[in-house]
């Protein structure tokens, strides 16, 4: 069974400054690993994806990722954070192509001050 | 939250009755799901259907029902078996098949049920 684990209900940082919004995954196979944003009362929104290749993926709005596949994360930066990027962040694997399901992690909740 | 819709925005039932939440999308796509949002944990898969008048149970189909008699359509019946109905309801829609592609989220249906 897949499962993904975001260790960090709350991270807050203060505008400028860098964000890092951590996960950690499990799979048996090739993980699918994606990271979504959600504003109040809103659907998720993509970010970004990592299937292959180069370990570090960049996505919208500013965002990246790396793929460490030695210690099974995949945590979400920026390197100079918005106030408009408080929001919740999930992060969510797929057990490689044979498997149509993903599996989310509990969310991070990201504060960004002025 | 472009190509899907789902509707109402709100909804409120009483216990007991039966309710259907809509889900349409116009992005062609094959595979429709329906997820649970409660707070803190995440989204849970209840139903997932990869192809026409196909559908498989996720992780929590007890106490829901679907249809997918059109491509663009995937409604989920909350039944009064639900024990905990009350919760935001999720509908995405990707490519499908054995594919590498995202998901993408509908605005979601806030039910509360009293």
């Known amino acids: 069974a897949q499962s993904v684990a975001q260790p960090e209900d709350q991270v807050n940082v203060a505008e400028g400054n860098p964000l890092t919004v951590k996960c950690t995954y499990s799979v048996s196979g090739n993980p699918y690993l994606f990271w979504y944003v959600q504003y109040p009362n809103r659907g998720l929104q993509f970010l970004l994806k990592?299937?292959?290749?180069?370990?570090l993926v960049k996505g919208s709005y500013g965002f990246e990722a790396e793929f460490n596949k030695s210690q099974t994360s995949f945590h979400l930066k920026k390197p100079s954070a918005l106030v408009s990027d408080s929001a919740l962040y999930f992060c969510?694997?797929?057990?490689?192509?044979?498997?149509?399901?993903?599996?989310f992690g509990a969310g991070t909740t990201v504060t960004v001050r002025a | 939250d472009g190509g899907i819709t789902q509707s109402p925005k709100y909804l409120f039932r009483k216990e007991g009755q039966n309710v259907t939440l809509s889900c349409e999308q116009n992005?062609?796509?094959?595979?429709m799901y329906w997820y649970r949002q409660d707070p803190g944990q995440g989204l849970r898969l209840i139903y997932y259907s990869q192809i026409v008048n196909d559908f498989q149970k996720g992780d929590i189909a007890e106490g829901y029902s679907v249809s997918r008699e059109k491509k663009e359509s995937f409604p989920l019946t909350v039944t009064s078996a639900q024990k905990n109905p009350t919760a935001f309801y999720l509908c995405?829609?990707?490519?499908?098949?054995?594919?590498?592609?995202?998901?993408?989220f509908g605005p979601g249906t806030r039910l509360t049920v009293t």
């Open positions: 969510a694997v797929r057990d490689g192509p044979n498997d149509y399901k993903l599996s």
């Open positions: 990592y299937i292959t290749g180069d370990n």
């Open positions: 992005l062609n796509h094959d595979a």
């Open positions: 995405a829609s990707s490519i499908g098949g054995h594919s590498s592609y995202e998901q993408y």
